[in-house]
Nanobody, 124 residues
Framework: QVQLVESGGGLVQAGGSLRLSCAAS????????MGWFRQAPGKEREFVAA????????SYADSVKGRFTISRDNAKNTVYLQMNSLKPEDTAVYYC?????????????????WGQGTQVTVSS
């Protein structure tokens, strides 16, 4: 079992930055690819970014490429999402998720564990 706790969300002006963190506990963080997803009001949950267990492979949604960076520190069981040049359309609840496999994936159905989410609000 894996428990995931996100932090770092908040209110920021357009053009600003935030760094989200996801602290994992439980045995299966080891070997797990991690991902970030988001869900805006009235919209379906969508893929944001993912990182392999080794950190050597990353994947991003087109909407965040060049602005967001996913990283991980396996010694601290933590994954990060650095968000720069934020836009109002980035406003959403951001969720951290863990796979049981080491490879990246963009489909939420491929993730076994989910955090409770952290709210990110970008004002114009």
């Amino acid at each position: 079992q894996v428990q995931l706790v996100e932090s770092g969300g908040g209110l920021v002006q357009a053009g600003g930055s935030l760094r989200l963190s996801c602290a994992a506990s439980g045995r299966t963080f080891s070997g797990a690819a991690m991902g970030w997803f988001r869900q805006a009001p009235g919209k379906e949950r969508e893929f944001v970014a993912a990182i392999s267990w080794s950190g050597g492979y990353t994947s991003y949604a087109d909407s965040v490429k060049g602005r967001f960076t996913i990283s991980r520190d396996n010694a601290k069981n933590t994954v990060y999402l650095q968000m720069n040049s934020l836009k109002p359309e980035d406003t959403a609840v951001y969720y951290c998720a863990a796979r049981v496999q080491p490879s990246v994936a963009g489909r939420d159905t491929l993730y076994a564990y989910w955090g409770q989410g952290t709210q990110v609000t970008v004002s114009s």
